[in-house]
Structure formats: C-alpha cells, structure tokens
C-alpha cells in the first residue's frame, strides 16, 4: 500500500461543500470518530470509498468521484453531500487516506455513472420530431407575445414615474414595486421582474435617493426600450438584452458556440435566496487567457445545489459562453483531467487593469451591477474600507457588508489577492489569497 499522496483540498474547501453549518459540524465530529472500517483513494476516476458504521449492523458505503466531483452513499440522509462524505474527504484532507485498489462497491458505482452519462449525451444528440418543432415554436410565440405585453405595460409604469413624480416613493413601501413585478413573473419577464424588485429598497437608503432612483429608473426605460424592439439591435447587444428581460437560451445552443479552453480557476462563489430560489454564483478566471466566467446554477427548496467545482481549485476545461455583448456566464463543456489545487490564482490584477475591464464590461452591459475581479493588494481601514495595490490605486469595499475583520485577519497587514464581485457601491469580498490557502470571505 503506498503513502497517501498531498491532498489538493483542505478543509475549508470541503466546508464549502456542505449544504449547512450543521452538516460541516457533524462531519469533523465524525472524521475523527473511531467508526471507520475502511478508507481508500485511487483508481480511475479518481476516488475516495470509505466504509463507517451506521445505525445498523452494516456499515454505510461512501463513493466519492474527485474529478467531477460526485458523491454517494448508502445512508438514508437527504442533504447532499451527506455528513458521511464530507468527513471521509476531511479525513483525506488531513492525510489520513492512504491510496488503494478500489472495492467492488466503488467499481459498480463509477461504472454506472458511466452508462448514465452515456445515455444522456445519446438522448441531447438525437434530433426532435417535426411534431416537437412544431410544440415547441407554439410555446415560444405565446411567451413573445406574453413577454411583449409585459414590456408595454412596464413602459406605461415607467412613464407615470416621471410624470407624477418620485417624491413620494420614499413613504410607499415595496409594495408599488412588488406589484409591477410580480405582473412581469405572470408576462414571463422575471429578469425585467428582478430589476424592478431591486429598485424597491433605493427610497429607504438615505440622503440622495432621488438622484439614484432616478439613475436606475433611467436604465430600465433603456432596457424595456431595447427589449420592445430588439430586430434593431446589433446580435450580440439583442442577446444580452433577451438575457436581462429573462429570455433562456438552449443549453444545446450555447454548448454549440466555440469553446475557450484554460486552467480555470475557482476563485471565489457566493449562494443567494431569493422567493425560495436558491442559486450560486461560481466565479472561474482563466489563467492563461486572463478571462472571467459565471457558472450559475439553481435549486429549488429540498434540492441540492451542484457542487462540483470547488473554491480554491483549477481544471483544464473548455467553457463555451452564453451569447451577449459583454460574455460572462458559461458553461463546461468538457473537463480534460481532475482538477488540481490553486492557493494562488493569477494573474492578478491592478485596480487600474481591473477598472479598465470592468469599463469594457459596460460599455457591452450597461445594465451590469457584478464583475469579478482578481486584484493584489493591501487592505486599508477606514469608511470604508478600501483594497490599496502596488501602485497606490484604491478600491472601496461594500459599506454594507460591515467591517471586514475576518479577511483584516487573514491578511495580517501582508499583501494579499482579493478575488471580489465589483459593485456601483464597492467589492463585495468572495475569497482571500495569502500565497498558501485560500479562505472564504
């Protein structure tokens, strides 16, 4: 049996795995238990199997595919990964796995996993039926014409702001806003709908709400604009349009475009919950292109969100973007071996790089409120706080994510790579770098 080889995650990365902080809780408790009958990485794909005594007289069964990763086990838990395989990848994390032939259990798991995804690729490649065209050009007409109506009467709202007036706003509430929006879910515009929602807390937020009102009040009548005429528009600006009133695109069309093959690095991700929709952000950069990319995805209550691309790691994969003005979301069209660790992404950049990106980003986007950014420097107290690079350029963190002691912490006064999601109001922090470790914000 040969010595377990350096783990590439540590045990904040496998915290971030867990669906809650009592899931993590219970798998440290039980990676250090005396429970374990056996433990084993290797084969191919690479793995993890474990065997912990359960309830009853036979021990659970724990799979784990690294390259996705992928997880399994025979215990009657519904959260995912279970406290079972978050503590055997704890203990792999801590050295405690030695490598090994894997047991049959392993093998029939990989194997069937195998013929699934097999079955799947079959299944998207085969060509619809005249009748199924036929379906589904119906459904998309009546969401047109449904979407269409939407957009007038947002523009009729829209215009009755500017013609009574906003000076009252600030006494209403939400429920104006709430009201409009929750039309546009019924005409199936929920990106238009999301717009409207996040203009509802702007009355409340202090001296110069007027001016910020009306500024994004301002875009909106640009995007419903836009969106009631969008044959006028260059293709790529059209698409990011469609995108932001809430049009989907075919996972077949984007998997069709060209692919943009890198090391893609997980530098940071953040999770939001918004009407029981939980969704999250995974922010890859590429680390010979340089190049930015969103893997979003989406779970409704009692289901699982994907984890199988995990902070402070890299994979060879070739991603192919969803079509827009400004591309940003992505998704992986193949993965070319496991992904490896990264305790430090690059290249990094200078406020003054991450600027002049984020610049380009709107001049293709204006209606973009989020940007990653990877930028180098040093933290500096203040109101607010401010990240400082090399070259003395500064960039306001959030105010409203309070003081940031934790990552003043990590940083310990020394230089660090700050990967943030650049807003109108400041970074809003997703992970820091020390050179060794990454550790979430």
């Keep these: 049996m040969s010595e377990p080889t350096e783990p590439p995650w540590t045990a904040e990365q496998v915290q971030g795995l867990a669906p809650d902080a009592s899931s993590f809780a219970a798998a440290r408790k039980l990676a250090g238990a005396s429970g374990w009958s056996a433990t084993g990485h290797g084969g191919t794909p690479a793995g993890l199997w474990g065997l912990c005594k359960g309830s009853g007289s036979t021990p659970y069964q724990i799979c784990v595919d690294l390259d996705e990763p992928a997880y399994r086990c025979s215990c009657p838990s519904r959260k995912f990964p279970c406290k079972h395989a978050l503590a055997l990848l704890l203990r792999w994390s801590s050295g405690q796995v030695a490598a090994d032939e894997p047991p049959q259990f392993m093998t029939d798991w990989t194997?069937?996993?195998?013929?699934?995804?097999?079955?799947?690729?079959?299944?998207?490649?085969?060509?619809?039926?005249?009748?199924?065209?036929?379906?589904?050009?119906?459904?998309?007409?009546?969401?047109?014409?449904?979407?269409?109506?939407?957009?007038a009467e947002l523009?009729?709202?829209?215009?009755?702001?500017?013609?009574?007036?906003?000076?009252?706003?600030?006494?209403?509430?939400?429920?104006?806003?709430?009201?409009?929006?929750?039309?546009?879910?019924?005409?199936?515009?929920?990106?238009?709908?999301?717009?409207?929602r996040r203009l509802a807390p702007v009355p409340s937020s202090g001296p110069g709400w007027e001016q910020r009102l009306l500024a994004e009040l301002s875009l909106l009548h640009l995007l419903s604009g836009a969106a009631a005429n969008p044959e006028a528009l260059p293709e790529d600006l059209a698409a990011t349009v469609q995108s932001r009133v809430g049009q989907a695109v075919p996972t077949e069309q984007v998997l069709a475009s060209a692919p943009v093959r890198d090391r893609w690095q997980v530098v940071g991700t953040r999770d939001d919950t918004e009407d029981k929709l939980t969704s999250r952000r995974v922010w890859l950069r590429g680390?010979?292109?340089?190049?930015?990319?969103?893997?979003?995805?989406?779970?409704?209550?009692?289901?699982?969100?994907?984890?199988?691309?995990?902070?402070?790691?890299?994979?060879?994969?070739?991603?192919?973007?969803?079509?827009?003005?400004?591309?940003?979301?992505?998704?992986?069209?193949?993965?070319?071996?496991?992904?490896?660790?990264?305790?430090?992404?690059?290249p990094a950049q200078t406020v003054a790089q991450a600027l002049d990106e984020v610049g380009a980003a709107l001049a293709g986007d204006p209606w973009l409120f989020q940007w990653p950014v990877l930028v180098r420097g040093v933290l500096a107290p203040g109101t607010p706080w401010h990240l400082v690079d090399p070259d003395g350029d500064a960039l306001p963190l959030d105010p409203a994510l309070g003081e940031p002691w934790r990552l003043a912490a990590v940083a310990g006064g020394h230089e660090i790579t700050l990967a943030a999601e650049w807003g109108p109001a400041g970074l809003r922090p997703l992970a820091v770098y020390d050179g060794t470790e990454v550790v979430r914000a």
Aim: proline letters at 8%.
């Design 111 to 151: 194997t069937s996993r195998g013929a699934r995804a097999e079955k799947k690729a079959q299944q998207a490649a085969a060509p619809r039926t005249e009748a199924q065209e036929r379906a589904a050009q119906r459904r998309a007409d009546k969401r047109a014409e449904s979407v269409a109506a939407g957009i």
């Design 155 to 196: 523009r009729t709202w829209l215009s009755d702001q500017v013609r009574h007036g906003i000076a009252g706003l600030d006494q209403a509430g939400y429920r104006p806003f709430e009201q409009v929006a929750a039309r546009l879910v019924d005409a199936q515009a929920p990106g238009l709908a999301g717009a409207v």
């Design 287 to 346: 680390r010979d292109t340089g190049r930015p990319a969103l893997v979003l995805s989406f779970a409704m209550p009692g289901q699982a969100l994907p984890v199988d691309l995990v902070l402070g790691t890299e994979l060879d994969a070739e991603l192919t973007y969803y079509p827009g003005a400004a591309p940003l979301r992505a998704l992986i069209a193949a993965r070319h071996g496991a992904p490896a660790p990264c305790p430090a992404p690059g």
